[in-house]
């Protein structure tokens, strides 16, 4: 998916010295992915080859800071992050998959809300729906 190497090339190429967006230079060129999704300490990243890296950025502190993250073989949380970043990135909407079995309505009942608010949703991002092991964890 070359729109993604393109996407990932625009963040690295960035002159910005900006926090927020040398972490993100970061994240982009240690996953090897485009970073879709960012909390506290993780980031999800999809890869050109659509498959999902989660890395944790938290330990960046420590020596653990070489880690490269791992793949996220999980297909519930590889559909979220794809409907995720369609979002972000509205050319990759033709790679969103049907919604997977085993996930969970959104209380902001995904898109409708974006159009009635005019705001994203936080937690789903306005997909409308998230993965149902994220709220054991
Ligand atoms: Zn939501």
Redesign the pocket.
């Known amino acids: 998916m070359e729109q993604i190497e393109k996407f990932r090339q625009d963040i690295l190429n960035s002159a910005s010295e900006a926090p927020h967006i040398v972490s993100l230079k970061e994240e982009t060129r240690l996953t090897g992915g485009l970073p879709i999704i960012r909390d506290m300490g993780r980031t999800w990243a999809l890869k050109a080859d659509l498959s999902v890296v989660l890395l944790y950025t938290d330990c960046w502190e420590s020596e653990n800071k070489s880690g490269f993250g791992e793949i996220i073989e999980d297909n519930v949380i590889r559909s979220f992050v794809i409907a995720y970043a369609a979002i972000d990135y509205p050319e990759l909407v033709s790679l969103v998959l049907e919604r997977p079995a085993n996930t969970t309505d959104?209380?902001?009942s995904?898109k409708d809300d974006l159009n009635i608010f005019g705001e994203t949703?936080k937690?789903?991002n306005?997909?409308?729906w998230i993965p149902s092991q994220w709220l054991s964890k």
Request: with cysteine.
């Open positions: 959104c209380m902001c995904g949703c937690i789903c306005s997909v409308g």
